[in-house]
């Protein structure tokens, strides 16, 4: 102990523990549709318009003459990033409506680590909590939950760092040992000869 007691209250409601899922976690045949359902969904739904869209203005920017088309290849390589950047936009873009599928599910180790994840808060102020001005999420949690084992591991042996003042010790106005009264004396010695 460190010579603090750890005070709960009667009626709190004691947090559940996190289902682990690591690297070696198995899906459950229920979660094995959900995936496919998600995979097939974030394709046809988000994947495909977006690669289509993105591509479609790709061609229309080459053709007013916004975008330069390659001397050999053409407009191939830039069309082909678009597609690629609409697809991996597609799939990101799906991942919030794919987690709310799995936090859905009754009997799933992985919907039961996604809901209690949420629900905790166990970060401290202003580690990992920093909402973005374009954070749609009104309940004001932040994407990023760590465990309080971990909290407590970084806090102990990540390195506290202070923010360091400017200085002003190496610019124009700093005195360098130069005064005007020694350049224009060496001037006058060269002129003179």
């Known amino acids: 102990m460190n010579g ?6 009667p009626n ?25 359902e998600c995979n097939d ?11 289509a869209t993105s591509m479609l203005i790709t061609q229309g920017l080459i053709s007013k ?16 990033f678009a597609c690629i950047m609409g697809y991996f936009a597609g799939k990101l873009s799906y991942v919030k409506t794919c987690q709310e599928k799995f936090k859905n599910l009754e009997n799933s180790p992985l919907g039961e ?11 401290p102020p202003g580690h990992y909590s920093r909402k973005s001005k374009y954070d749609s999420n009104v309940s ?9 084992a971990a ?21 124009e106005s700093a005195p360098s040992g130069i005064t005007d009264h020694i350049a224009q004396e060496s001037v006058e010695s060269y002129g003179d000869s």
């Open 4 to 9: 603090r007691a750890d005070f709960q209250e």
């Open 12 to 36: 709190a409601e004691v947090p559940r523990p996190i289902p682990y899922i690591g690297a070696d976690y198995i899906p459950t045949e229920e979660e094995r549709r959900v995936f496919a």
């Open 41 to 51: 969904e974030s394709f046809w739904f988000r994947s495909v318009p977006l690669a």
């Open 65 to 80: 003459g916004i975008l330069s088309s390659h001397p050999k290849y053409g407009s191939i390589p830039k069309l082909i």
């Open 113 to 123: 680590a996604l809901r209690s994840g949420q629900a905790r808060q166990s970060s």
């Open 140 to 148: 004001g949690q932040s994407s990023f939950v760590t465990s309080p």
């Open 151 to 171: 909290d407590n591991m970084e806090r102990e042996m990540l390195p506290r760092y202070e923010p360091i003042p400017f200085s002003a010790s190496m610019n």
